[in-house]
């Protein structure tokens, strides 16, 4: 979510770009779990398997961990995935860091109970969020849901990236193969301080 770009992770249609993302700390990298994320584990929603999406500096699979779930995170910069492993020995914590593109999730070859996504669904759209929802409908299994936290519309300005609207993510998830539970305004902490900017939560599950 960089404030001057619309597109902050450039890598994902140029894996050879410099991995210069995290030379200074961005925005989106607020050194603990969303505040929406964490009432979704308080509440039980994370659950068996757990991949979180984009994980950066791996705050969200590493929620996981914490409560024992079987955790992994997925990111194309190299700097952000030593930060998370590193984050994972200080805390005593296990999880599984992987370098890979969320535009190809059915390379993975894996199957996850529960998906997070912070702040990644909202950097894509035409072609590359129709290759998004596919991959997504390979490694959630039958009865798994998939939570999204994404800007919103209702945030005010024009800087940073996409700003989603209920639409972009209803009309997003095929409803052969998706049920949208619930799609609720929230707040997504960014820096400095943090933050709080207008968001969107949504719980989806694969039917």
Request: net charge negative; glycine share 10%.
């Amino acid at each position: 979510m960089h404030p001057n770009s619309g597109n902050p992770h450039p890598e994902y249609h140029d894996p050879d770009a410099p991995d210069t993302l995290y030379a200074v700390k961005p925005p989106w990298d607020i050194d603990r779990p969303q505040p929406a994320f964490v009432t979704l584990a308080e509440s039980g929603a994370l659950r068996g398997r757990v991949l979180d999406l984009g994980c950066g500096t791996g705050e969200h699979a590493l929620l996981a961990a914490s409560l024992g779930l079987d955790a992994t995170g997925i990111d194309q910069s190299a700097q952000a995935l030593a930060m998370a492993r590193t984050k994972a020995a200080e805390r005593g914590l296990k999880a599984t860091f992987v370098r890979h593109s969320a535009l190809e999730l059915s390379g993975l070859g894996e199957v996850f109970d529960t998906v997070v996504d912070c702040g990644l669904f909202h950097l894509f759209d035409g072609d590359d969020r129709t290759a998004l929802v596919s991959g997504l409908a390979t490694i959630v299994r039958s009865g798994g849901s998939y939570h999204l936290l994404g800007f919103s519309d209702r945030q005010p300005g024009t800087w940073g990236p996409h700003r989603l609207t209920r639409d972009d993510i209803e009309s997003a998830f095929p409803t052969a193969d998706w049920r949208l539970d619930s799609l609720e305004p929230a707040t997504l902490d960014i820096n400095p301080t943090p933050t709080p900017v207008a968001a969107w939560l949504g719980t989806i599950t694969r039917r």
